[in-house]
């Protein structure tokens, strides 16, 4: 069974560079699924950040497009996801996620991680 | 703003049957999936495709679409279904993917 994993700093300066990884286990990240990562700010909704395939084909979310670059490590099986110019509205949990291999809903989350942009 | 709209809160008396609804443009064209978060927790897919449970998901959770409007519906509401509920779908161009705003449903 798949597992993610998130992993990264818990607190990151305002206009600095948010950087976390998904270790992916119980299966390979070079599978025919999408990867996604998706946020929550407190007491929010969830927000779509963007999505990978293995190829390294991505698709980003327009409203934070300028910021954000994802990743994969194939032979670490995870993901990676950077986010520059961070201010605190980016404070949020971040979750890892696996897009179904129909490629539009997802069915695998990681457990998520907390990031604060504070100073 | 969410291309895909939903109703802020819901309630549904215990064994009653709701409905939640997700309405959008994209709709026409994708299926919508549905999540549901309890605090503290990270989304659980319950519903996708056409209408679709993951293993480990009760029969009691069905979707279904008409036009623009997907709906979840749940038959005999237990307490344990007391969460936020969350649509997505691709949006209308296929190439990003889009939540809804959520529904907090309360069970009474």
């Known amino acids: 069974q798949v597992q993610l994993q998130e992993s990264g700093p818990g607190l990151v300066k305002p206009s600095g560079t948010l950087s976390l990884t998904c270790a992916v286990s119980?299966?390979?990240?070079?599978?025919?699924?999408?990867w996604s990562w998706v946020r929550q700010s407190p007491g929010k909704g969830l927000e779509w950040i963007g999505e990978?395939?293995?190829?390294?084909?991505?698709n980003y979310n327009p409203s934070l497009k300028s910021r954000v670059t994802l990743s994969v490590d194939k032979s670490k099986n995870r993901l990676s996801l950077k986010m520059s110019s961070v201010t605190a509205a980016d404070t949020a949990v971040y979750f890892c996620?696996?897009?179904?291999?129909?490629?539009?809903?997802?069915?695998?989350w990681g457990q998520g991680t907390m990031v604060t942009v504070s100073s | 703003s969410s291309e895909l709209t939903q109703d802020p809160a819901v309630s549904v008396a215990l064994g009653q049957t709701v409905r939640i609804t997700c309405q959008g443009d994209?709709?026409?064209?994708?299926?919508a999936s549905w999540y549901q978060q309890k605090p503290g927790q990270a989304p659980t897919l319950v519903i996708y495709?056409?209408?679709y449970r993951p293993s480990g998901i009760p029969d009691r959770f069905a979707g279904s679409s008409s036009g623009n409007t997907a709906s979840l519906t749940i038959t005999g509401a237990q307490a344990e279904d007391e969460a936020d509920y969350y649509c997505?779908?691709?949006?209308?161009?296929?190439?990003?993917?889009?939540f809804g705003g959520g529904t907090k449903l309360t069970v009474l």
């Open positions: 996620v696996r897009i179904t291999a129909a490629g539009d809903a997802f069915d695998i």
């Open positions: 119980g299966g390979s990240i070079n599978s025919s699924n999408w």
């Open positions: 990978i395939f293995h190829s390294g084909s991505t």
């Open positions: 994209s709709l026409r064209s994708y299926s």
């Open positions: 495709g056409k209408n």
């Open positions: 997505n779908s691709r949006d209308s161009s296929g190439s990003h993917l889009v």
